[in-house]
């Protein structure tokens, strides 16, 4: 892929041969590890110009500290989050909200949602969630002795958990995580093609539940006001987007590096399923380690961040999985520390655009690994197979087949 030209500004003593996309470690590799490979991103300066680490090529400034990241997440006036990501493969300019919203807007969108994600409600859902988890890996356990985590486990636990999140049919799950993996992961005709179905699918919902309201998440959506009008049809668009992209891939990921993890080392393993207490704190760490965003802000004016002049425009990546390898952050980074504690990653975030779905997908994590330890004897890799990882924009893994006696 061409990169753009480095921009005049940028000093040649920052520009560095680094991508989330194209760096070794990042194509999909059998038995790879992408998260390790980006512990290479704190060997230089704490700021550096990346000429292509994006999907398209575009360059950005790569923000490698903890503490640097926090603060280009918060200052939401010089760094904003309307990229229109999703609208830009339709050659179109909307943004997905609240994501790609910036104060006031965001906020008032952001108070809309957020009693529909609150802890409460979460845990109202854990019986569900958890018979859910439960029942698939009976499923799994009574036929077979491995199975491909993503394909059998991962990915139809955490699509059937946000489908009846949002009030939709679990008919077509297997099209929304293709149309989801083609988006996130394919080509730039594929992505154009899913974006277009995906849109198309959402303004469908939106428009039969203007038609036959229910009880669920669209229904909620199309009948919302804020600041006394009803929302306009990009609006609901932009939400519908937003929450089906989010929920059908992130998780699925999470959970299949976590096993992963645990059939690598059988001793966590061995302590997990012995006390399965420990699985909400060993979860944090795993996020951690294995986070899976980027996220990209532009910069609203030019300014001067911590002597690096990023200019009105410009690109700056704050990947979550490198500021949790940041060692001036966490003590032996690169090391998984299942009892580690005060553990303030940044896997779903920070600032007012912290994730919105964290606590579901926090408990959905929690209750996958605890309901598939206390159901699965001793796991490993099968013999003969290799998970293949990829880093780009969203970190994944697919091809893990466990095995077990």
């Known amino acids: 892929m061409k990169t753009n030209p480095i921009p005049d500004h940028v000093p040649p003593g920052l520009v560095r041969d680094f991508s989330l996309f194209t760096s070794p470690g990042m194509a999909p590799t059998p038995n790879g590890d992408p998260h390790a490979a980006v512990a290479c991103a704190h060997d230089g300066p704490p700021i550096f110009y990346s000429p292509d680490n994006t999907r398209d090529g575009r360059g950005t400034w790569v923000i490698t500290r903890a503490r640097d990241q926090r603060r280009v997440l918060r200052d939401t006036e010089t760094f904003s989050s309307h990229r229109s990501i999703f609208a830009s493969a339709l050659g179109e300019h909307w943004p997905v909200i609240p994501l790609e919203l910036d104060p006031p807007a965001h906020s008032v969108f952001r108070a809309l949602l957020e009693p529909l994600f609150s802890s409460k409600r979460v845990m109202a859902l854990e019986p569900t969630i958890r018979d859910g988890a439960g029942a698939l890996i009976d499923g799994i356990a009574r036929e077979k002795t491995s199975c491909d985590v993503m394909k059998d486990f991962a990915v139809p636990f955490t699509v059937s958990v946000f489908l009846s999140f949002l009030g939709l049919s679990q008919r077509r799950s297997e099209v929304f995580v293709g149309w989801v993996s083609d988006l996130l992961h394919g080509n730039a005709d594929t992505r154009t093609a899913a974006a277009r179905s995906i849109v198309a699918f959402i303004d469908e919902v939106a428009a039969r539940r203007r038609k036959t309201p229910a009880v669920d998440f669209m229904t909620f959506v199309v009948q919302a006001e804020i600041e006394g009008r009803s929302l306009t049809e990009e609006e609901v668009r932009g939400i519908g987007v937003l929450f089906l992209v ?13 096993l992963a993890y645990l059939a690598r080392n059988p001793k966590d393993q061995e302590l997990l ?3 399965p207490d420990r699985v909400a704190l060993a979860a944090e760490e795993l996020l951690r380690a294995y986070s899976t965003v980027q996220m990209i802000r532009v910069a ?4 001067e961040f911590e002597g690096v002049p990023i200019r009105k425009g410009d690109y700056v990546s704050c990947a979550t999985m ?3 390898r940041d060692p001036d952050e966490f003590e032996c980074p690169n090391t998984i520390d299942l009892a580690r504690h005060d553990n303030h990653h940044t896997a779903f975030g920070y600032g007012p655009h912290l994730c919105l779905g964290a606590h579901l997908a926090r408990r959905e994590i929690v209750i996958g690994l605890r309901e598939w330890l206390a159901r699965i004897p001793a796991f490993r890799i099968k013999e003969g197979t290799a ?5 780009g924009h969203v970190f994944g893994i697919k091809d893990l087949v466990l095995t077990w006696d």
């Open 300 to 303: 609203t004016k030019d300014i």
């Open 246 to 258: 989010a929920g059908l891939d992130t998780v699925a990921a999470a959970i299949a590096f976590d």
């Open 387 to 391: 998970p293949i990882t990829n880093g």
């Open 273 to 275: 399923r012995n006390e």
């Open 322 to 324: 490198i500021a949790n």
